[in-house]
């Protein structure tokens, strides 16, 4: 049996139809079938059941298919509901079906696991307190007495021409003062992240195996090179013949992550503060529930979070009277911000489907707005054609004006959404601040999207904020002209202090 072209659609009146003898009649219809059978087994196809990745999957569909379990609501329904629906329930039942997935982490009982080779240290720091507890007085050198403490500290240094590890001894001592005091020199500590009901929390102390320097290297190769514990593992032994655990080279990157919070909630108010912010959010997982990461990019400052895709979630993000412009797509949370510009480059890929579609007039629909929107784009950026613009913004409204009613569902809705949003679609013609695509947001986000390929997203709540606040100060950094590995050193080596954290730099003026 012949098969069915699809370009025959667009060919096709039903009057044609009435012409045709039984026969035929029949033969059409069978071919009509197999290409619908055809078609609908290809959109049924998923990571299971073809050779496309899983992360190809629909991520509303994902407990349907036995996979990391998701919650949540369509791209354009509703905002609303988050955990109390069906799939959630679900959820909960299969997991509760299955055997308790292992923790991770070393089995209780297991043999434990000893440094092979002795350290070999290369140099030595004494600490001797410098006042007395007790009276103030100063102390030094000369009043030290016994031994307290002590502890090695691997580091990198970058020299001119590379990388090379040293192992530090710190010695911490005892100096008694002339009223008799005796005081104790001992390691910083700073920050901490508590958790109830975890075995060990997260405390950053100077007393520390992993040295600032190496602790933003594991975690610049983490967050940055999106390697995993693992790999990370593999990686220092073998190029830098460091042996360290998992669990360490975890804590590294939770280190950073700690002490990059205080620092995003300062990049947070500088984007409430900001003139211009363009807004973007792509799915994440959160130990298999379905999260959003949303973005959010100024002139200088990028900051990101892991939250529901509720308006709240934004609103934590840019604030209740946010007073600037935001430049976003067509999502519904964005939608009552007045001072608004839609991303152009999203309503030229709807309509170039359209153009490239069997929509019939529909298509012509599509050409002519991909064309005067790229034009529109093209001669405001090049602005000396005023009566230029103005004839393209009234031949789009026209455009979608004879097509708000045409009878193919896609076209008529991009029709009315273009019409809808007008405002919204032609806000950077009167506006020179705003830029006509979102395309800043979105390559931030370009990042991370590949990052949750790779590791399916976070596992708790904890690991979540400290991943988007380490990525708002690593992409904040790159944005400033700002090395963010030495800014991240300094960041843990005063996180670890208990010393006020430093913030990022400004710009450097070019
Ligand atoms: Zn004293």
């Known amino acids: 049996m012949p098969r069915l072209r699809i370009p025959e659609f667009t060919e096709f009146e039903r009057a044609d139809l009435s012409g045709l003898p039984r026969q035929e009649l029949e033969d059409l219809a ?18 299971t059941t073809s050779s496309r990745p899983p992360s190809s ?19 354009d329904g509703g905002a609303g509901q988050d955990a109390a629906t069906p799939g959630r329930e679900a959820q909960d039942k299969t997991d509760t079906d299955k055997a308790p997935a292992k923790p991770p982490g070393k089995r209780l009982g297991m043999p434990g696991h000893w440094r092979r080779e002795p350290i070999v240290v290369s140099r030595e720091i004494e600490h001797v307190p410098v006042v007395c507890e007790a009276c103030q007085a100063a102390l030094g050198a000369e009043r030290r007495s016994r031994q307290v403490s002590a502890h090695h500290v691997f580091d990198l240094e970058r020299g001119a021409m ?7 001894r710190h010695r911490y001592f005892a100096a008694s003062c002339v009223c008799g005091h005796a005081t ?7 920050l901490h992240s508590r958790i109830e009901g975890r075995k060990r929390d997260l405390q950053l102390s100077e007393r520390c ?65 900001a003139e211009v912010v363009h807004l973007d959010e792509t799915p994440w997982y959160q130990s298999g529930v379905l999260l959003w990461l949303w973005v959010a990019v100024t002139v200088n400052t990028v900051v990101y979070r892991i939250g529901s895709r509720r308006k709240e979630d934004l609103v934590a993000l840019v604030g209740h009277a946010f007073l600037g412009w935001w430049v976003t797509d067509g999502y519904m949370a964005y939608r009552d911000h007045p001072r608004r510009q839609r991303c152009l480059a999203h309503l030229i890929r709807k309509a170039m489907a359209l153009a490239e579609g069997y929509y019939g007039p529909g298509s012509a629909f599509g050409r002519d707005l991909v064309r005067d929107l790229r034009r529109l784009i093209e ?52 506006e020179p601040l705003l830029s006509p ?41 790159r944005k400033r002209g700002v090395d963010p590995w030495i800014y991240g050193r300094d960041l843990i080596a005063a996180a670890r202090k208990g010393s006020s954290l430093p913030s990022i730099p400004a710009k450097a003026a070019a």
């Open 162 to 168: 590379g990388l090379q590890v040293i192992a530090t």
């Open 209 to 273: 195996l992993v040295g600032p320097t190496l602790a933003i290297f594991i975690a610049a190769l983490a967050l940055r090179f999106r390697l995993s514990r693992l790999k990370v593992q593999e990686f220092l032994l073998g190029w830098l013949g460091l042996e360290l655990g998992v669990a360490t080279i975890n804590r590294c990157i939770h280190e950073f992550g700690r002490a990059s919070e205080p620092v995003a909630e300062d990049l947070i108010a500088e984007v409430r503060a």
């Open 437 to 477: 695509t979102n395309n800043d947001a979105e390559r931030a986000l370009r990042h991370a999207v590949i990052a949750r390929r790779i590791s399916f997203g976070t596992r708790t709540d904890e690991g979540s904020r400290f991943y988007a606040a380490s990525l708002s100060v690593i992409d904040t950094c």
């Open 30 to 47: 069978w071919r009509f079938r197999e290409l619908a059978r055809t078609l609908a087994n290809r959109l049924g196809e998923d990571s």
């Open 379 to 430: 001669r405001v950026r090049d602005g000396d054609n005023d009566a230029a613009v103005k004839r393209l913004l009234a031949r789009i409204k026209w455009n979608c004006q004879c097509n708000e009613h045409e009878i193919e569902q896609k076209v008529r809705a991009l029709a009315r959404e273009i019409l809808n949003d007008w405002e919204a679609v032609i806000a950077f013609v009167a």
């Open 57 to 75: 999957d629909d991520p509303y569909r994902r407990d349907q298919r036995g996979g990391p379990g998701p919650v949540g609501q369509g791209r």
């Open 184 to 190: 104790a020199a001992s390691p910083g500590v700073g």
